[in-house]
T-cell receptor, first 120, second 109 residues
Framework: KAGVTQTPRYLIKTRGQQVTLSCSPI?????VSWYQQTPGQGLQFLFE???????NKGNFPGRFSGRQFSNSRSEMNVSTLELGDSALYLC???????????????????FGPGTRLTVL | GIQVEQSPPDLILQEGANSTLRCNFS?????LQWFHQNPWGQLINLFY???GTKQNGRLSATTVATERYSLLYISSSQTTDSGVYFC???????????FGDGTTLTVKP
């Protein structure tokens, strides 16, 4: 079974540009989450999509947006890039199974290799 | 939101030594995972362990959900164990995981 794939792996942009990153989840997984990793802030949650709907959103400005397609593939977009947006962007997919009310949820996440974005 | 604290932040060991990494969290969690991040940035799944104990080779993990902590044990450490270990928890807000700051492990030959 293929793992989570992310494209591109490396990207160099200049301030003010916009960028689109892509994530293909593991086959059958319907939940896709995005995270930003920087040396100063660590791993921070951006947003999560499930069945084409944004279900959760982190504390990031509106310049960060995303979407999910019917095949569960997801894209995130950052507009008007700033130097501080330089980071490793990680995508995770999960099966997300909601059990009976007492059983909770099964939501093991599997991460892709990431896209390393450099903003000059 | 939920707070996650990992300790120690840095750990240096000689090859063959054992170690314990800790993850404390501030609220009830639905799910908890341990990851190892390799030098290229890839997060490798170690354990999915919302409660109980699991073992995989030289690694084992225990989560005591009622006391809000999880432990990762590494026995007979090897240089290839070096890297950053992260704990990630999902609280009652399904689909949103919060990561700790990680423990950077260095194993010297």
């Amino acid at each position: 079974k293929a793992g989570v794939t992310q494209t591109p792996r490396y990207l160099i942009k200049t301030r003010g540009q916009q960028v689109t990153l892509s994530c293909s989840p593991i086959s059958g997984h319907r939940s896709v989450s995005w995270y930003q990793q920087t040396p100063g802030q660590g791993l921070q949650f951006l947003f999560e999509y499930f069945s084409e709907t944004q279900r959760n959103k982190g504390n990031f400005p509106g310049r960060f947006s995303g979407r999910q397609f019917s095949n569960s593939r997801s894209e995130m977009n950052v507009s008007t890039l700033e130097l501080g947006d330089s980071a490793l962007y990680l995508c995770a997919s999960s099966l997300f199974v909601r059990g009976a009310f007492w059983a909770g949820t099964y939501n093991e996440q599997f991460f892709g290799p990431g896209t390393r974005l450099t903003v000059l | 939101g939920i707070q996650v604290e990992q300790s120690p932040p840095d750990l240096i060991l000689q090859e063959g030594a054992n170690s314990t990494l800790r993850c404390n969290f501030s609220d009830s969690v639905n799910n908890l995972q341990w990851f190892h991040q390799n030098p290229w940035g890839q997060l490798i799944n170690l354990f999915y362990i919302p409660s109980g104990t699991k073992q995989n080779g030289r690694l084992s993990a225990t989560t005591v959900a009622t006391e809000r902590y999880s432990l990762l044990y590494i026995s007979s450490s090897q240089t290839t164990d070096s890297g950053v270990y992260f704990c990630a928890v999902e609280g009652t807000n399904a689909g949103k995981s919060t990561f700790g700051d990680g423990t950077t492990l260095t194993v010297k030959p």
